[in-house]
């Protein structure tokens, strides 16, 4: 687990300022590692764009209105064709100075990148976990779930800063958007829960719409 | 037409229609703030509502929606980087900057004040030259729609991030995926993959909200910062209000911006996203100090703000004049005319003139309205930046995932999460992820006009676009006269110089 000790909500142990990633990234040359990932990403750009470009044709499905045919004077390859063409020639045009950077040499390690790629790593663990258990869990529990974890991640230790704010944010945006606004958010599909979810909300019905 | 408008006068001497307006803009404030929610979305649910009202009341209550909206997705783009509304993604350049260097308070309100001064100037303007601009309105078909998205595109590729080269590969990857699903001509699908959820394209709304708001929550949990203000900055000057001089040094750009939205508001179908990236991108050039855009420069808020509102007056023209919407806004504007038994066109001038009149001049006060209620709302929006990231995170995301689930299925979250993991990764890597967006939105116009352009040209495609229909081949050939000072910017350019389109 990586020091998330600067995360801490106020009263937690003084620490060094650290400028943010997008100040950082603004300012600094690519490190090595970032060097090699943009290669890595502007030779798939070409590959994936030259493979489309070149497979177009086999991508359009059959169907649509064939008298509109005669009228058209664009097959449906031909824009899709021309932007993915573009974009291959672009890729190409990014990946020699890509490269080059890479042989250079140029650029140095930065302290603590893995440590940082890690934590968004794991952020984006518990958002594709949450994605996951939405339609499971339901709105409100996923989001409490989710809000404890990355509140905690986030170094919140003191279950009294946080606790209020993982029951009440859930309720109130699903009664929100359910009620006011007519949005339906997804309601758990484990019965005994969602019959609390309903009661809840009923409640809540009752006391703020007249 | 004065005796008309003394009329229309008489009939804004009512307390009720501002109480309606003020609650409107309040309504399309809160709705633009939340990542998700559409002007488009709260006008169709409140579209009811003002059935109810008598016209002079129900249309100034959906214009004040309307208004409201458009501000109120400027609030998350400038305090966390996440557009509330497609208009805003320009003001995402500048507004994280600002707010982390402590100015969060002084980019809201000069956000406030650009889009309240171009809204009423093009207001002000429509309604002086509505004749004018409905003639003008006239002479732009498809082609001209046609080749001011090329140059669009081109302009908005050029003027996002430090590389030139990565912004047209971000707009061209967000044209080829804006062509997944039904084509717009004769609705064959492509790209789909076999997969029954692209037949209707990709949703716009989880693919915003994945690029934007998903990467802006990775990198605040990767950084160590308590909150989202540096913590070089001195607490005590973290919310300061815009100073005189300030707001002084952008009038210009603000007053060039106004021209720009006013100008690309005439054209159908473009919009405020593409008038924002203009008003932004003329800023830029504009500015003794080019080199401070993208890294906390209030011009780059003045300008696009500025721009995309002043879209909305003269969008309301070909609706009023010819009875025919530009965009969706004005679709739902034109459905609350109608059922209001007004019926938009060449003679509502002669049949309604003093009712047309007090609405554009109710659109006009609504901007005054506007100064006053936001001014007091905005000040819990920039002490709620303040707050650390361990409370702001974890409601942004569980916004984020509300905004995609309000419009779509549960499976379209898995196309916010894929997003949002790819945006993270190619920002990373520096690029920038607005021309992607807006390559995504202006795809299908794209095609959909170059196809009606290639029917009118009936095989003479070069003398058709370049000598039968001249606005169209200004733009075309500014395009290319772009593309070439570009490349020879860029070779000229001394290495570590900032380039400057």
Redesign the interface.
């Known amino acids: 687990m990586t ?2 000790t ?5 009263g937690s142990p003084p ?1 060094a ?7 950082i ?2 300012a600094v040359a ?1 490190s090595p590692l ?1 060097a090699w ?2 290669v890595a ?1 502007a030779a798939i ?1 070409a590959l994936i ?1 030259a493979t ?1 470009t070149v497979a ?1 044709p086999m ?8 008298t ?2 005669d ?4 097959s ?2 031909l ?2 064709r021309l ?2 063409g ?2 291959t020639i ?2 190409i ?2 990946l020699i100075p890509a490269v080059q950077t890479v042989r250079s040499g140029a650029g140095h390690p930065r302290a603590d990148e893995l440590g ?2 890690q ?2 790593g ?3 663990a518990i ?2 976990g ?2 996951l258990c ?2 499971w869990l339901g ?1 409100i529990l996923a ?1 409490m779930v ?2 404890a974890a ?2 905690w ?4 230790r003191n279950p009294l800063a ?1 606790i209020p ?1 993982v029951i009440v ?2 309720v109130l ?1 699903r009664f929100v ?1 359910e009620r006011l ?3 339906s ?2 309601r758990s599909s484990i019965e005994s829960i969602g019959l609390v979810e309903d009661a809840v909300l009923r409640f809540l019905s009752q006391v703020f719409i007249p | 037409m004065l005796e008309t408008l003394g009329q229309s006068i008489d009939l804004l001497l009512r307390w009720d229609i501002y109480f309606y307006i003020s609650i409107g803009l309040v309504i399309g404030m809160f709705v633009g703030a939340m990542p998700g ?1 559409t002007t488009i979305l709260a006008m169709a ?1 409140l579209l009811p509502i003002s059935f109810k009202l008598e016209p002079m009341l129900g249309i100034p209550f959906l214009i004040g929606v309307y208004k409201g909206g458009i501000y109120g997705g400027s609030i998350p783009a400038i305090l966390v980087g996440i557009p509330g509304t497609g208009a805003s993604i320009a003001t995402t350049f500048d507004g ?2 600002l707010t ?1 260097q402590g100015k969060g308070r002084k980019a809201l309100e000069m956000a406030l004040f650009a889009s309240v001064i171009g809204d009423a100037a093009s207001d002000i303007i429509t309604l002086l030259m509505i004749g004018l601009i409905a003639r003008i309105i006239l002479l732009i078909g498809p082609p001209e729609v046609f080749a001011i998205i090329i140059f669009s595109l081109i302009l908005i590729a050029s003027v996002s991030g430090e ?1 030139g ?2 912004g ?2 971000a707009a ?2 967000g ?2 995926l804006g ?1 997944v699903g ?2 717009s ?9 076999g997969l029954d959820a692209l037949v209707g394209g990709i949703p716009l709304i989880p693919l915003v909200i994945g690029i934007f708001a ?1 990467p802006e ?3 605040a ?6 909150s ?1 203000i ?3 900055v001195d607490p005590a000057k973290s919310g300061e209000r815009l100073r005189w001089h300030e707001f002084k040094n952008s009038i210009r750009t603000i007053c060039r911006s106004t021209i720009i939205g006013t100008g690309i508001g005439m054209v159908p179908g473009v919009g405020q996203v593409v008038a924002a990236f203009i008003g932004y991108s003329a800023a830029k050039r504009a500015s003794k100090h080019p080199e401070t855009f ?2 906390g420069e209030l011009d780059g808020i003045a300008g696009p703000e500025a721009a995309n509102n002043a879209v909305n007056g003269p969008t309301l023209v070909p609706l009023l004049t010819l009875g025919i919407p530009g965009d969706n806004i004005t679709a739902i504007l034109l459905g609350a005319f109608v059922a209001h038994g007004m019926r938009p066109g060449p003679q509502i001038f002669n049949e309604q003139g003093a009712l047309v009149y007090a609405i554009l001049i109710a659109a006009i006060l609504a901007n005054l309205i506007f100064v006053v209620l936001a001014y007091v709302l905005l000040r819990p929006f920039a002490k709620a930046i303040q707050l ?4 702001l ?3 942004i ?3 984020a ?2 905004g995609t ?2 419009t779509g299925s ?1 499976s379209d ?2 196309i ?2 894929a997003a ?2 790819c945006a ?7 690029y920038d992820l607005a021309p992607l967006i807006i390559g995504f939105i202006l ?1 299908e116009p ?2 959909l006009r ?2 009606q352009s ?2 009118y040209a009936r ?1 003479d495609v070069l003398d058709f676009f370049f000598l039968q229909r001249p606005i169209a081949s200004f733009f075309l050939l500014a395009g290319i006269a772009w593309i070439v000072g570009m490349i020879y910017v860029r070779f000229r350019r001394k290495p570590g110089e900032a380039f400057v389109p």
């Not at chain 1, 991508?59 to 064939?66: K, P, R, V, Y």
């Not at chain 2, 001509?185 to 993959?193: C, H, I, P, Q």
Request: proline share 7%; glycine share 6%; charged share 15%.
């Open positions: 020091d998330m600067q995360g801490a909500p106020p620490v300022p650290d400028p943010s990633t997008a100040d990234d603004a690519f970032m990932a943009d990403v750009l764009a489309m177009m991508l359009i499905a059959s169907g649509g209105i064939e509109e045919r009228f058209a004077t664009l449906p390859a824009i899709p932007a993915f573009c974009l672009l890729a045009v990014a940082r790629l934590r968004a794991i952020a984006a958002a594709v949450y994605a939405v339609t709105y989001t989710m809000t990355m509140a991640y986030l170094g919140l946080f704010g944010v859930p945006i958007f606004l007519l949005i958010l997804p | 929610l649910v994280p900057p982390r590389s080269i990565k047209a590969i061209c990857i044209v080829g062509f039904k084509e001509v004769d609705g064959e699908a492509r790209m789909t993959f998903l929550v990775f990198e949990v990767e950084s160590r910062t308590r989202f540096n913590e070089s993208g890294k650390p990231k361990a409370y995170v974890p409601v995301l569980a916004l995932f509300v689930l309000s549960a979250l898995g916010m999460m949002g993991i993270y990764i190619l920002k990373k890597l520096r795809a794209l095609e170059l196809s290639l029917l095989g």
